[in-house]
Nanobody
Framework: VQLQASGGGLVQAGGSLRLSCAAS????????MGWFRQVPGKEREFVAV????????YYADSVKGRFTISRDNAKNTVYLQMNSLKVEDTAVYYC???????????????????WGQGTQVTVSS
């Protein structure tokens, strides 16, 4: 599986962005698809995940109520709609895919096998 993230950019606080992640391969619907983010000097942190085909979604507390993850299996694409952006949302955002992601590990990087190249999101005050 190859992942290509896009949609990052510069936005003012309170604004919105939608990230997209296009996946190659014919088994997209069988993978849990997620987003992590990373700022320089810090570890990559979990943002959101959707389990398998239209499955349950989970969010980090810091983005709950503001971000929405969705997927279009016909287009092999996962999205992250980010609203009410804050300066602290500034990071490189990575999409990821995992085949055997279980509930107890879905916020852990090592639960996912495939990673996109990252897209920069910068929120200005």
């Amino acid at each position: 599986v190859q992942l290509q993230a896009s949609g990052g950019g510069l936005v003012q606080a309170g604004g919105s962005l939608r990230l997209s992640c296009a996946a190659s391969g014919h088994t997209f619907s069988t993978y849990a698809m997620g987003w992590f983010r990373q700022v320089p000097g810090k570890e990559r942190e979990f943002v959101a995940v959707m389990r398998r085909s239209g499955g349950t979604t989970y969010y980090a507390d810091s983005v709950k109520g503001r971000f929405t993850i969705s997927r279009d299996n016909a287009k092999n694409t996962v999205y992250l709609q980010m609203n009410s952006l804050k300066v602290e949302d500034t990071a490189v955002y990575y999409c990821t895919a995992g085949l055997g992601v279980i509930l107890s590990s879905l916020e852990t990087e090592t639960a996912y096998e495939y990673w996109g190249q990252g897209t920069q999101v910068t929120v200005s005050s």
